[in-house]
């Protein structure tokens, strides 16, 4: 194939590999427990009532793998409706709020961290 034909298709997991670092560093992060997998809407009363799309980081990291975010605004999008249903549910003085406002401000420096880089 000729270089300029290879040239114009750059490696999408090239793109993305920012946002997979970043998912990495925000399910390592401690506290990131109430996050990890989807709210089990069975055993946490009014869940599903009250938050219209669950969202979590084992989904975001699946949406990832198998190629869902076409850019970055929908990758942001689902990050950040993980913190919007937790601030909407929970209490702010609750354990599982006070986590959520601590994974939310620690995503907001990174991810501008990330995008001053490029
Ligand atoms: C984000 N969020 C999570 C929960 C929740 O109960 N998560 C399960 C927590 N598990 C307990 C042992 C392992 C993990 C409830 C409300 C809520 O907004």
Redesign the pocket.
Known sequence: VSCAKRAKTPNSELLFLPFRVLLAELEAHQDA????SP??LKS?PG?RKVIKKPMDFFTIKEKLINNMYLNQENFIIDVNLVFD??QK??EDDSE?GQA?HRMKRFFDKRWTELLRKQ
């Open positions: 427990w109430p996050f990890l709210v089990k946490v869940y249903n937790c549910f929970n599982i959520g």
